[in-house]
């Protein structure tokens, strides 16, 4: 269990962190997410070993290949798959489908929220089914966003997400952990 308690702290520092920097830059800068990766690997491999060092890389490289879609598309940034692939390193390959899943539920719920407060949910709603729409008809991927326009009404800083989703997850874990 101790082991999993030192993640649990390199993990949430690594989230503030990225929280602080999403909100006052709008961009999760390299210099943090490498350092946590660094971090990562060489906690996981002095703890577990080789077993440790192969499961952080796995943990750097399953976000990578299963965002990259969003990423291309616009709908996620290079810095939010960065921010997953260190908490990846961190957490090493078998809890990032968890962390993934848990974040990608706190997005839902945060861009729900603010669509009912910004009162653009028909609107948002109407985007997404154009976007699709256009998708289908033309077999093209075109940006869903442009993250430059700040007006749009339909962003936010998915750090936020991250951020909520692997807290969840990390109470989640922690509780199986004491309760087993």
């Known amino acids: 269990m101790g082991e999993i308690i030192i993640n649990c702290i390199e993990g949430t520092v690594l989230l503030v962190m990225a929280l602080k920097s999403d909100i006052e830059t709008c961009k999760i800068k390299n210099r943090l997410t490498l350092t946590f990766i660094t971090i990562g690997i060489i906690t996981n491999s002095i703890i577990y070993g080789y077993k440790g060092f192969k499961n952080s890389l796995l943990g750097i490289i399953i976000p990578i290949i299963v965002l990259f879609v969003l990423y291309a598309l616009k709908m996620l940034g290079a810095g939010d798959i960065k921010l997953f692939s260190a908490l990846g390193a961190v957490f090493g390959a078998q809890y990032i489908f968890d962390i993934l899943a848990y974040s990608f539920v706190a997005g839902g719920i945060i861009a ?69």
């Open 112 to 180: 729900l929220f603010l669509v009912i407060i910004r009162g653009n949910f028909k609107k948002r709603i109407r985007y997404l089914y154009n976007y699709l729409k256009l998708l289908i008809l033309t077999f093209k991927f075109l940006p869903y966003t442009n993250f430059e326009d700040k007006e749009d009404g339909g962003k936010f800083p998915f750090g936020y997400a991250v951020f909520f989703g692997t807290i969840v997850f990390i109470i989640v874990e922690l509780d199986v952990l004491k309760n087993n």
